[in-house]
């Protein structure tokens, strides 16, 4: 056999070994719902840690980013982007206050209303007060596809307010975790706005860590604050309240976010506005498996016209 076409057949196993190990990796898609699937667990371990420990839900959310940060930061650094300056600051303090404020407000409206309640108002509204807010600050003009996604989503918002089922709590402490439930989305739409800002010249790990460490930086100040002023506490009591709070900062925090970056560069902006909405879904389905949470029957239905409009948002982007 000549030399030439030993070079050939050595191609083609080349090209063959290459083609497999593709083969084996996983999608973008799967990855992006890895991730939901990750996120989605964030609500029952916040519960199951309320359970287990004393620690307030400003707390909890300091502990989970200051997990968080260093483990994203070390990918960030491998990462290309231009240095920070001042264009900057006021954007990087709007990440850290808007992520301090989602975490806090988050972890406070599970605590009063649960976790699917919190979950859908939160996480299905980031996306149309992002819409909104476009319009206002950004002047972005939306389309008609967009308003009817407002719409439907004021209408299930609505309905899953007024209609939420059996609830955890009294009716004033209720009323305070809805609102913290859509107070975590507005703030969650800000750090997606903040973050838009930032995009063209840093890479979005960057972005994920300096939220998450300036958000830390916010929040463990303020808890250290309340906890003294209280009489808290800012340390897990147990061993099993010290595992979960790891478990939050790990797992479906920094993993969580590495494996979804690492999807999105493999995936359409469609499929992947379209397949997070498994974290909103998962998670109500893991709240009424576990802690037996349900929503009433027109609460569902609320909850059912709030995902149909992320998912008229999410097409309508890839559009």
Known sequence: MSDHQENRRAGRGARLDLTSRRALMPSGL???????????????????????????????????????????????????????????????????????????????????????????????????????????????????TTWIAVAVAVVGAALLVGFPGPLPAGGGTVAVGLAMAGGSGLSYALFTLASRHLAPRHHPARLVALGFGAGAVVLATVATGVAVAGGGTILPETPAAWGVVLYMGVVPTALAYVVFLWGMRRASATGSAVVVLLEPLSATLLAWAIFGERLGPLGAVGGGLLLAAVALLALRRGR
């Open 30 to 144: 799967g990855l992006v719902a890895l991730a939901a699937l990750l996120w989605s667990t964030v609500g029952i371990a916040s519960r199951v840690l309320f359970d287990l420990s004393a620690l307030d839900p400003l707390t909890v959310g300091a502990w989970r980013l200051a997990l968080a940060a260093p483990l994203v930061g070390l990918l960030a650094l491998r990462l290309p982007g231009t240095p920070l300056d001042r264009r900057d600051l006021r954007a990087l303090l709007l990440l850290g206050l808007a992520q301090a404020a989602y975490q806090g407000l988050y972890f406070g409206a599970v605590a009063r209303v649960g976790v699917a309640l919190a979950t859908l108002l939160a996480l299905c509204s980031a996306p149309v007060l992002v819409a909104l807010l476009a319009r206002l600050v950004l002047k972005e003009q939306l389309s008609r």
